[in-house]
Nanobody, 127 residues
Framework: QVQLVQSGGGLVQPGGSMRLSCAAS????????IHWFRQAPGKEREGLSC????????YYADSVKGRFTISEDNAKNTVYLQMNSLKPEDTAIYYC????????????????????WGQGTQVTVSS
């Protein structure tokens, strides 16, 4: 059974930074790419980034390119999303997901059906 456990999130001031974590099993990371996406009230779901951990290949949405960084720690079976220069419009519930596919087109697909999701975590950017 695939299980994704998220940690991190909370309140941060504009311009601040935050790191989200997504822990998974070794087999999950071997068989799937890990995605980060977010859902804000009244907005479409937005794919942010994904990483193919076995190839160290990653992609980013234009809206976060240069501000967010996806990375992995193989020893901890954890994928991170480092978020810098946060803006109030980054406020949303953030999810990690596991899926065999990772590509720019998947990130852009607002209705893409990821195979597995984490529990989600609220990120609020406000002064």
């Amino acid at each position: 059974q695939v299980q994704l456990v998220q940690s991190g999130g909370g309140l941060v001031q504009p311009g601040g930074s935050m790191r989200l974590s997504c822990a998974a099993s070794t087999s999950t990371l071997e068989d799937n790419a890990i995605h980060w996406f977010r859902q804000a009230p009244g907005k479409e779901r937005e794919g942010l980034s994904c990483i193919i951990t076995t190839e160290d290949t990653s992609y980013y949405a234009d809206s976060v390119k240069g501000r967010f960084t996806i990375s992995e720690d193989n020893a901890k079976n954890t994928v991170y999303l480092q978020m810098n220069s946060l803006k109030p419009e980054d406020t949303a519930i953030y999810y990690c997901a596991a899926d065999p596919l990772c590509s720019p087109s998947v990130l852009k697909d607002e209705e893409y059906e990821y195979d597995y999701w984490g529990q989600g975590t609220q990120v609020t950017v406000s002064s």
